[in-house]
Structures are given as structure tokens and as C-alpha cells.
Nanobody
Framework: QVQLVESGGGLVQPGGSLRLSCAAS????????MGWYRQAPGKQRELVAS???????HYADSVKGRFTISRDNANNTVYLQMKSLKLEDTAVYYC?????????WGQGAQVTVSS
């Protein structure tokens, strides 16, 4: 059984930083994309950042220059370093992992940016 375990969410002031982690365990083979999505209250889930096996990354325009995605292929772990956080970054952040024929989601980590 595949599990994605997220950690690192919390409450932070505007301008602050947080780091999210997502560790995938179980029988996952051939992971080719790992990423982070977020969903704010009343809004659709949106892609924040993704990284493919070769290391190429993609970011939503709203987070470029502030967020950095990275991955540890040996441990099937993906990270999201978030800096210069804004009020509008408040959301539940979901880890997403894709392998051939499968898509997995984490349970979600609440990130709240508030003064």
C-alpha cells in the first residue's frame, strides 16, 4: 500500500518561511513526477510546483522566485521550501506523486500566513 506522509505545515507571519516535506512509502515504481498542489477555501486546487526525475522544475507564476521544490530520489521524498510567504499563500498543500498508471495524493498540510 502506498502512503504519502506530509509534514512541515503551520502558522507563519507574512514574510516568513516554511518547509514542507512529503515522503512516499510502499510499492511505488517508476516515479516520474513529484509535486505540490494547494487549495484555498472556496478555490480550486492548483499546481504550485513540480519536479521530474531528471530535475527539471515547474512553478506557478504566483510562487516563482519565492518557492523552491527539490527531491531526494533515493528516499522518494519531495520538499517545498517556501520563503517570503504572503497572506494569499494560505491554503492546504497536497503532495502529489505520479508513476506509470498511478497518481497518489498526500493527506494535506495546512499552511496559514497571518499577522
Amino acid at each position: 500500500q502506498v502512503q504519502l506522509v506530509e509534514s512541515g505545515g503551520g502558522l507563519v507571519q507574512p514574510g516568513g518561511s516554511l518547509r514542507l516535506s512529503c515522503a512516499a512509502s510502499g510499492s511505488i515504481f517508476g516515479i516520474y513526477v513529484m509535486g505540490w498542489y494547494r487549495q484555498a477555501p472556496g478555490k480550486q486546487r492548483e499546481l504550485v510546483a513540480s519536479i521530474i526525475t531528471g530535475g527539471s522544475t515547474h512553478y506557478a507564476d504566483s510562487v516563482k522566485g519565492r518557492f523552491t521544490i527539490s527531491r531526494d530520489n533515493a528516499n522518494n521524498t519531495v520538499y517545498l521550501q517556501m520563503k517570503s510567504l504572503k497572506l494569499e499563500d494560505t491554503a492546504v498543500y497536497y503532495c502529489n506523486v505520479r508513476s506509470p498508471g498511478n497518481t497518489y495524493w498526500g493527506q494535506g498540510a495546512q499552511v496559514t500566513v497571518s499577522s
